[in-house]
């Protein structure tokens, strides 16, 4: 047992505990026509594979969660069955759908959340923060069951010196929660706009978009200086100025303007879509945040995947460092009444698969191309 907790511990330390690898999730959301609600999120680390899985979890199916000292925290039993892609370990699930239409994910969040002291007389009703989203996927239908869900529990830490996270709730009303805890006290935000990253906090990101109040889609005017006619070079010159690095409140920005300024799509299906080619942008090359002289991981993104939760049709979509071919589970075709847990890495192979085309000599298509 303590031999696991070690590993467990080391494994946690490595990721949360070192902020300047990059270890950040970029979240949006956007809505078709009929007002399918859509949401998308990245998820980053670049110190190394973060081992990802799908992880099954039936009706029923009953979890301990870990504290500091042990796994005898809170026991607690799923209501309701769910797909859910864990780091590390299955029991770490960090982006979830249920199968009443419940999402739920967490976000790293360094230096400015700090959850409730562990109390070991306080054990059984403790929960892990790594955990969170595994219960309330299991617990909860909507997002108002989350916000009394969380005043009956205590959140912790396995580890003082680990880096907090914050979560985003979302249901199939379209209505979204983000959850951050401040001097031990949980504090919900009714997240509109639909955007999360990491630090700073919510309500600052929120606050800081108004430097960018100067951008807009489309072309910048031309204008004129003294004797001198300005025009733009290119189209989208009124974005110009807005931020490109990788930073949290960088990629709030972005994603904000980004999401907002997108044309609202016809199906579901054409907004999963859409999210992908929004967050092909927000993928982080390995290697920006390693300094000089230092070895960078051997894998190929600091995104380690990226995934897109249709809560209406109970889809999930992903695609990952691996392959980025895009992959979905539906939720409609599992009986989670019967089910058995299991959880699968999330790629079978650590190599992109290439397609390739064969061309065949002297056939011509209609087109004029070889075929």
């Not at 990245?42 to 500091?68: K, M």
């Amino acid at each position: 047992m303590r031999t696991r907790l070690f590993l467990l511990f080391l494994g946690m330390a490595l990721i949360f505990k070192f902020p300047l690898k990059t270890n950040a999730c970029t979240g949006i959301t956007l809505k078709s026509e009929s007002g399918t609600t859509i949401v998308a999120r990245t998820i980053e680390w670049g110190g190394g594979n973060l081992n990802s899985q799908y992880v099954v979890v039936p009706r029923g199916y009953q979890a301990i969660s870990y504290t500091p000292d042990g796994i005898n925290g809170m026991t607690f039993k799923a209501r309701y069955g769910y797909i859910g892609f864990a780091v590390e370990q299955k029991e770490f699930i960090a982006e979830g759908l249920n199968e009443v239409g419940l999402s739920a994910g967490l976000f790293y969040f360094p230096k400015y959340g700090e959850y409730e002291k562990y109390e070991a007389s306080k054990r059984d009703i403790s929960i892990s923060d790594l955990q969170l989203v595994s219960w309330l996927l299991g617990e909860c239908a909507s997002v108002d069951d989350i916000k009394e869900a969380i005043s009956k529990v205590r959140i912790i830490s396995l580890d003082p010196q680990i880096s907090t996270v914050h979560w985003r709730f979302a249901d199939i009303s379209g209505r979204q929660l983000v959850l951050e805890i401040i001097g031990g006290e949980p504090r919900f935000y009714e997240n509109t706009l639909g955007v999360l990253t990491n630090s700073p906090g919510f309500d600052w990101q929120l606050t800081n978009l108004n430097n960018y109040v100067n951008l807009f889609p489309g072309a910048a005017p031309g204008q004129s200086l003294g004797v001198l006619r300005l025009s733009p070079f290119g189209s989208g010159s009124g974005f110009l100025g807005i931020p490109g690095d990788v930073t949290p409140p960088s990629r709030f920005v972005r994603a904000a303007f980004y999401q907002t300024s997108a044309p609202r799509q016809k199906t579901a299906l054409d907004v999963v879509f859409q999210a992908f080619q929004i967050l092909n942008s927000f993928d982080i090359p390995i290697g920006i945040e390693v300094a000089t002289g230092e070895v960078a991981a051997d894998i190929p993104s600091a995104t380690q995947w990226t995934s897109v939760t249709d809560m209406q049709n109970r889809i999930v979509y992903f695609r990952t460092m691996y392959n980025s071919a895009i992959r979905s589970i539906d939720l409609n075709t599992i009986d989670f009444s019967s089910v058995q847990y299991h959880a699968k890495p999330l790629d079978r192979s650590k190599q992109q698969p290439i397609e390739s085309i064969m061309v065949k000599k002297g056939n011509v298509g209609i087109f004029g191309e070889y075929v």
